[in-house]
């Protein structure tokens, strides 16, 4: 039972809502589209996407007073977690350039508009894209018959940067590390590890966007997304790139250092966590996974936040509780951090525009998610972090009633709808 559990999960999970990377809805500018750059070093270092591809990555180069800064950001996209999974994975954009668009999107965080983006638009941007399955944290192959399967994403991260430092990383004046969904998650794992490639003297932060996961027991009292991690983090032998002190301080179950809420307290670079209280993702595969509703009480809930139940209104409720529990010492402590946890169904803020910055964007106490972050990164303030009223209080959300992420994703059939349907249509350009 448990197993058939756990493939629900995974066949929903591997092309989960990734990055939101669409132009934007409400501001007449289409996004630049920015060209990809294949890693010609990589195989030297043994750095491919699950199918032996080389990995790769969109930079578009800064400008002015930015020519110095860097941001980089990690596209997001789910998880394999077993053998069938991953090699499903290896034969879509989510596990080979071979099938990625060449161009990519950059609006949002990645905007080059200074209208759109005040704080980083003339920076070097790069978004990494995502081939692994394991957060850019995975090393390791396995033969699948005739093929490979190349579980390398930890590799994957250095060779990239490695190939970004003598393009003007390796005299970063500021920098900024950053991603969404599961590269939301990338952030949590290889926060410190960016900031020790780059000069002593650099300004050096982080930004995790929808990746703070929770180790949230489900609505059938099943620790679902543990059993995930905890099989993805021996397939792809991630454990050795876990933060030791986190590994030692959680033995003998080193896999719960993937889940940002055990592995938040060993990183010592100042970080940002953005997330919604009521992630769509987290709701839709966390919290109520396919395998825990097994006889569909939840579908019209899960379209329609305003048709849930009073039962299941309080598992909302539970949820975004433990998100701000699982924070709090965070909250408390942490004088260097930052937060924004809006109370919108919805999952990755920071790169699309109608989101991060305009006149529809979510705001908690009058202030948008762009000049939040960009407060807390240039040190304009105190007032950088941001909880908002539990749901349905926040009437600035952008997508107040979602549609549902499908509960069957398969791995060939990509259907990203947990961002609207507006949002789907733009959508579409990441997948074809």
């Known amino acids: 039972m448990k197993t058939t559990r756990l493939l629900d999960l995974t066949a929903a999970m591997v092309l989960l809502v990734c990055v939101a990377l669409s132009p934007p809805l409400v501001s007449g500018d289409p996004g630049q589209r920015v060209s990809m750059t294949l890693v010609r070093g990589a195989a030297a270092l043994g750095a491919f996407c699950l199918d032996g591809s080389l990995p790769a990555y969109h930079l578009d180069r800064g400008f002015g007073a930015g020519s110095d800064n860097w941001l980089l950001q990690f596209e997001g996209g789910g998880w394999c977690n077993d053998i069938a999974s991953c090699k499903d994975r290896s034969k879509t954009h989510r596990g080979s350039t071979r099938f990625m668009t060449k161009t990519a999107v950059f609006t949002g965080i990645l905007s080059n508009n200074a209208s ?8 070097n941007k790069v978004r990494l894209r995502y081939c692994d399955g394991a957060s850019f944290a995975g090393d390791r192959q396995v033969g699948n018959g005739t093929s490979m399967l190349y579980f390398r994403g930890q590799r994957i991260w250095n060779a990239i940067i490695l190939d970004l430092l003598p393009k003007g990383l390796a005299k970063a004046e500021k920098a900024l590390l950053t991603g969404c969904s599961a590269g939301g998650l990338s952030t949590f794992l290889h926060c410190d590890n960016f900031t020790s490639y780059l000069p002593k003297t650099a300004y050096v932060k982080c930004m995790s ?11 059938a009292s099943n620790r679902t997304m543990r059993s995930l991690y905890t099989q993805l983090v021996s397939l792809q032998g991630v454990q050795k790139n876990l933060d030791p002190n986190c590994t030692h301080a959680f033995y003998p179950e080193p896999s719960l250092c993937f889940f940002p809420q055990y592995a938040l307290r060993f990183i010592k670079t100042p970080m940002f966590i953005l997330n919604s209280a009521y992630d769509v993702f987290q709701f839709h595969h966390g919290l109520v996974p396919p395998s825990a509703d097994l006889t569909g009480r939840w ?22 509780t433990d998100m701000l529990e699982a924070l709090m010492n965070f909250f408390r402590n942490s004088t260097r951090g930052g937060m924004f946890i809006n109370s919108c169904f919805d999952h990755c803020q920071s790169a699309l525009q109608e989101t991060w910055l305009s006149p529809t964007s979510p705001r908690i106490h009058n202030k948008t998610i762009s000049k939040t972050v960009g407060d807390w990164y240039f040190g304009r303030g105190e007032d950088v972090k941001q ?6 209080c926040d009437k600035t959300c952008h997508n107040l009633i979602p549609a549902s992420t499908t509960d069957s994703l398969a791995p060939n059939a990509p259907d990203h709808k947990s961002l609207g349907t507006v949002s789907q249509v733009l959508l579409n350009d990441l997948i074809s």
Do not use: E, M, S
């Open 116 to 123: 759109l983006n005040p704080d980083f638009y003339n920076w």
């Open 209 to 219: 966007d929808a990746g703070f996961f929770l180790d949230a027991i489900d609505v």
């Open 299 to 320: 579908n019209r809930c899960k379209l329609n936040v305003t048709a849930c139940n009073p039962h299941q209104l309080d598992a909302l409720q539970g949820f975004r």
């Open 387 to 392: 909880i908002d009223c539990p749901y349905p």
